[in-house]
């Protein structure tokens, strides 16, 4: 991805994060890509880019998409905590 690509992408969300809306900090916002597609980090083809993610929603996305952990979370989740 350019740097013309990134700063039109970034425009087109509005300046911030496409998930929870958050302003860049410090860093740049993370590229968040398909996974399926470029299992890699990086580079990526380019052609699977999603959009930009603050580091937060990029991190958790990532949580999100490994269907195995998944799985661990909703079992956790589902426990019955008051024994």
Same mark, same amino acid.
């Given at each position: ?6 700063? @039109? %992408? ?7 994060? @496409? ?53 661990? @979370?909703? @079992?956790? %989740? ?6």
């Amino acid at each position: 991805m350019t740097v013309e690509e990134y700063d @039109a %992408l970034l425009e087109s969300q509005g300046g911030v994060c @496409a998930i929870c809306g958050a302003e860049p900090g410090v860093s740049r916002l993370a590229v968040d890509h398909d996974r399926k597609c470029c299992p890699q980090r990086k580079p990526t083809c380019g052609k699977c880019v999603r959009g930009l993610l603050c580091i937060k929603c990029n991190v958790h996305l990532s949580w999100i998409e490994d269907e195995d952990w998944r799985r661990k @979370a909703d @079992a956790y %989740l589902e426990r019955d905590f008051n024994v």
